[in-house]
């Protein structure tokens, strides 16, 4: 599964660069990153998947996409242009104002973790054997 990641230095997204990371050094995606200019304060991620799927991981404290009102920036959300947006802090206001054709989930939390180490190559066999990035895919 061709996955394109737009990368820029962020604390605040480590956790998830790693995870792209630890699935392409799996043999799970085959990941290209492409280095763009970010704003190290607003922590957005922006992933293609096969082409096709937009996928964003917000990891901002709110809803503060630009520096306006609250209704300019859900207005500016409704005109984002994804498939899947993880939201890190979500809003009851959200799904009123997501935008077409996308689905909002949460993030969840955003802290330090140790990944389980010796267990990668049970991950990959876990993946392959039950085929679930076309069980992903075939539920979009």
Not at 120 to 127: M, R, V
Request: include cysteine; glycine fraction near 8%; charge should be neutral.
């Amino acid at each position: 599964m061709l996955c394109e990641l737009d990368y820029f230095p962020s604390g605040h997204l480590n956790h998830i660069y790693d995870g792209f990371e630890r699935l392409h050094e799996m043999g799970i995606i085959k990941l290209y990153k492409r280095k763009v200019q970010g704003d190290s304060n607003r922590p957005v991620l922006h992933v293609v998947l096969e082409k096709k799927i937009r996928i964003v991981y917000d990891n901002l404290d709110g809803l503060n996409w630009i520096d306006c009102t609250l209704e300019d920036n859900l207005n500016y959300f409704k005109k984002y242009k994804a498939d899947y947006y993880f939201k890190r802090t979500m809003n009851q206001k959200i799904p009123e104002y997501s935008p077409d054709c996308c689905r909002v989930l949460p993030l969840g939390l955003n802290y330090p973790y140790q990944p389980f180490v010796g267990n990668s190559g049970k991950i990959a066999q876990f993946f392959r054997e039950t085929d679930l990035g076309l069980k992903i895919l075939d539920g979009y």
